[in-house]
């Protein structure tokens, strides 16, 4: 795998786990049915886009060394 590849999946995953923090974060300020059925929805999958992209980092042998390395190196 090329060093692009593994640091566009690195970014990837880092910007996966900030879509399901802010989702879970969501559900502390829904307060209507319709808001709760949507964060639930939100947090579901955006846990399963992080979930997915994870079994792709590990398929293709990439540590969690890195991507926390990855995100040093974009940010």
């Known amino acids: 795998m090329?060093?692009?590849d593994k640091l566009q999946l690195?970014?990837?995953i880092e910007r996966a786990h900030m879509e399901w923090v802010?989702?879970?974060?969501?559900?502390?300020f829904v307060l209507e049915k319709e808001q709760i059925d949507y964060a639930v929805f939100a947090l579901e999958a955006a846990e399963k886009r992080f979930?997915?992209?994870?079994?792709q980092a590990k398929n293709?042998?990439?540590?969690?060394?890195?991507?926390?390395r990855g995100r040093?190196?974009?940010?």
């Open 2 to 4: 090329e060093m692009d």
């Open 10 to 12: 690195m970014q990837e």
């Open 22 to 28: 802010t989702a879970q974060k969501r559900l502390d």
């Open 51 to 55: 979930e997915m992209l994870i079994k």
């Open 60 to 68: 293709m042998k990439l540590s969690a060394i890195e991507v926390n």
């Open 72 to 75: 040093v190196m974009e940010g």
